[in-house]
Each structure stands twice: as C-alpha cells, then as structure tokens.
C-alpha cells in the first residue's frame, strides 16, 4: 500500500545514495526509505526548473487550467490509494485521510479556474497615451511543505504556482513524503511539461540553505513554525527574495454566554482532536464566559475523554497517533509544566501506548496566564479551556499572543459579532463553526503567523509581479 520513494526532476524519477527511514507513526514499523537530494540533484532540478518555466510562462492559461484539472481528477480518481499512503506515515484515521485528497483536489481545481483570471487593467491616460497593469509569473518557486497533511499542504503550494505560470521545486516534508510523490505522478500522467513541477527531499536546512540564495529563486513559499519561517525570510532578504510565509497560530476560541452550551462544547473538543490537534488552525485556547463556564467545560472534557485513539486503519477510530516521536515528550513537558503552575488537568495527559506515538486527548482547565502552554502553540491534542468575565477579557486573552492566524467564537448576538470582527487580530476568523477556510477564501495570518494569503481570488497574486506598461503613440 505504500509507495516506492523517489525524487522527481527534470520529468524522471530517481534515487540517491544517501537515504533516511520513514516510520509509521501508529507502531514504529519501517514503511521505506527516503532518497535525500544531493547537490547535484538541487543543481538539475534548478536547471529543469528554469527551462520548465521558460516553457510553461508561454502556455496559454487555458491549457495550463486544463492540464491542472486533469491531474486533479486522476488525484480523486485515486483517493483511496493515496488516503491510504497518508494514513500509514501520518497517523491520521483513514476517513481524515480521505477528506484530505479531495481537499487537495479542490484546491488544485479553484486555482484552475483561477488561471483564468489573472487581469490587469487599463488605466485612464491623456489622448496619445495609455497606461497598462499587467500580471506575470515571478518565476522559479522553492516551496515548503509541513508534515501535519501531507497532500493538501503541497497541494496549496503547487497550485498557485502552476495556476500563476510560475514552475516549482518543492521540498516536502520528509516524515510524510508519499502526498506530494503522488501529486507529482498525477501531474507527470496528466501531461506536464518536464521540469515545471520538481519534488525533492533531505535535510530541511540544507536544502533551504542551498536554494533561497539562488538567482534563479523568484520567490519562498513556506509553510511551518514560526522559528523556520523567520530564519528562512532572513534568509530570502539577503537576496531581495520576496516570500508567501504561513507559519504557526494559537487559535482563542471565544464561548459567549449565549450560545447553544452543550453543541458548542462538543464541536469544540470534536475538532481540537481532529488530526490530534496537529493543525495551524486547531482550536487551543478556549474562553468560556464564567456564567456558562461550568457546564462548558463538564461537556467539553466528556466529549474530548470519549475520543475514540488507535491506528486510522480502524474505522471507528477518531483520531491516530502523533506524527513523530518528537511530539510526546512536547507535550509531557507542557502538560507537565501547567499542572505545577496550578493548572486542573481534567482528562489525558500523558503517552497513551508504550508502542507507537500516542498521546492521550488532554484537557487543561483554569491555566494560569504563567504556563508556558498559554503562550507556545501546543500542536497537539491538548485544550486549554479558561473562564472570562466578559467579552472585553476574551478579546484581551485572544490577542495576547504574538500569533494570529485563525480565531473562532460562538454567539448569536450582533454587537458581540462586530466586536469580535473589529477587534480579534487573526487572519481567519470563523464564527459559530471552527472550519477556517476553503479553497475559495484567502487563508493566511497576521503578526508572526505569516505573510501573504493563499486561496481565493488573493492567491495567484503572491506568484505574480505586477507590470505597468506606458505606451505612448508619439516621442515625447
């Protein structure tokens, strides 16, 4: 069910003489082995990449949308095989699994039609003169994907890229390689021209190291922590090398007192497990009006203790192991930190299983400010649940981080609406639902959460230079 691992350059697929092991995560077995990119093979993928882009800037928009819609339906087409690859060295249940191909799909199919629509415009001039705005592809794009989902973050960035005219060598995340080696197979049968789509893998600072100071590099594009995400817009500065940075949040999730209690508990303690909390947009820390905060928080931690933990291969299963050992002791170590700070730790916290990467679902409630947990993202299945006196302390405690990529709240009332729009400093904000975007919205944060947007009408433009041509009819 797992797939052969290879790089892709230049249209070819190839091996390398140094390798790493991809674990699953759900029993510590040995799934494959990763080739990791040479110098050499970052040199031709470079090369393929500029040629690609040579080729690939002078197709017409519509032969490039068909070309990425092709590869988005042999990518449905082969849902289940792919699904099945992600779950194996995520973790993640199979149902998730599922949904993330078609999310990746989708993605691939807005940005289509988005290659349609990348206008300029014509600006008012005096007779004899006109003055033109048009967008071109930047160029080479080095990409970055995390390994939280591995086929719909690639996705994200492959898409804008092609849908822009731009080519791109990606570097995908080595724990979970199979998403995007299975993009690249459906863009390979699907038609594309050599060299417009490169994949490869290795050791994340030595790749990045070597690519971003390259001229052929017209732009970054990055998903990750927010430490990576700093580091590497230093290091794109020093070449005047614009960058698309989606880096890490700490999602407030604001419970007004008049909201449905019980629905707005179970929803929440529902999604913060959701990829076992291994999502930038997860909600973390949630504020519950002290009227309601009681009951809120009794539900909550039934609902998050329930969570049904075991190998996604299992269809009951609602949430898998941790991505990679890294994350248990992570979480020890914050879980560990706000109970000495006087924290209440209601349900979970510890490992779950002496084999495989499992951690119990945790909920945290009355965190004093001091935890660490109140101000490092957790990225994991771990719910910090706090009472406020008012809306005026939500908004406080829900700013008080430097991140601000996704924000959510739960009321029906219009004043407490526009406050929360006016006044929460978050990228996306989502009220009474905890989804945080689809293909068709802009995503992106503020603060250190990132910069730039991608999705919706806003997401070719970051692959785009905007030209002005004036043209006048005489010499003046």
């Known amino acids: 069910m797992y797939p052969e691992l290879k790089l892709f350059v230049a249209g070819e697929w190839r091996t390398t003489g140094s390798d790493m092991p991809v674990v699953n995560p759900a029993n510590e077995d040995e799934l494959g082995r990763l080739p990791c990119a040479s110098a050499k093979d970052l040199d031709d993928a470079l090369e393929a990449a500029v040629k690609g882009f040579r080729i690939w800037r002078k197709t017409s928009p519509r032969e490039r949308s068909d070309t990425i819609l092709r590869a988005a339906a042999l990518l449905r087409e082969r849902q289940e095989a792919i699904a099945r690859s992600i779950t194996l060295e995520h973790g993640k249940p199979l149902k998730q699994a599922r949904l993330e191909v078609i999310r990746g799909a989708e993605f691939f199919e807005w940005d289509a039609g988005e290659a349609m629509r990348t206008y300029g415009r014509i600006i008012p001039a005096a007779p004899g003169h006109k003055f033109a705005v048009h967008h071109q592809p930047l160029g080479v794009v080095a990409a970055f994907s995390p390994w939280n989902f591995p086929m719909s973050q690639p996705a994200r960035k492959i898409a804008g890229a092609l ?166 002791p992570a979480l020890t170590d914050l879980v560990e930190d706000a109970r000495a700070k006087g924290a209440i730790v209601a349900t979970g916290g510890a490992r779950q299983t002496d084999r495989g990467y499992f951690f119990q679902p945790t909920v945290l409630l009355n965190v004093p400010d001091n935890a660490r947990i109140m101000r490092e993202e957790p990225f994991g299945p771990v719910a910090v649940v706090n009472p406020v006196s008012s809306l005026d302390e939500a908004i406080h405690e829900a700013n008080s981080v430097p ?41 992106g944060g503020v603060k250190s959460s990132g910069y730039g947007r991608e999705g919706g009408s806003e997401g070719l433009e970051n692959y785009m230079t905007v030209k002005h041509v004036w043209h006048s009819t005489h010499i003046s």
């Open 163 to 328: 849908a822009s005219g731009c080519s791109i060598i990606l570097k995908a995340a080595e724990e979970t390689p199979a998403g995007a080696l299975h993009i690249a197979k459906a863009f390979e049968d699907a038609g594309l021209p050599a060299g417009v789509l490169n994949l490869v893998f290795g050791r994340p600072s030595e790749i990045s190291g070597y690519l971003i100071p390259q001229d052929a590099v017209r732009l970054v594009a990055f998903t990750g922590s927010t430490s990576v995400g700093r580091h590497l817009t230093t290091l794109a500065s020093q070449h005047m090398t614009p960058v698309l940075m989606e880096l890490g949040g700490h999602a407030p999730v604001i419970v007004c007192e008049d909201t449905a209690i019980d629905e707005a508990a179970e929803a929440g303690a529902i999604r913060k497990m959701r990829n076992a909390g291994q999502v930038c947009t997860s909600p973390t820390r949630f504020f519950a009006h002290e009227r309601i905060f009681e009951r809120y928080a009794e539900k909550f931690v039934e609902r998050a203790a329930a969570t049904v933990v075991g190998n996604g291969m299992d269809d009951a299963v609602e949430m898998g192991p941790l991505a990679n050992e890294r994350r248990v």
């Open 403 to 443: 991140f601000g990529l996704a924000g959510y709240a739960f009321t029906n009332r219009a004043d407490y609406i526009d406050r929360l729009i006016d006044e929460v400093e978050v990228g996306n904000l989502s009220i009474n639902t905890l989804e945080a975007s689809m293909p068709e919205t802009p995503f």
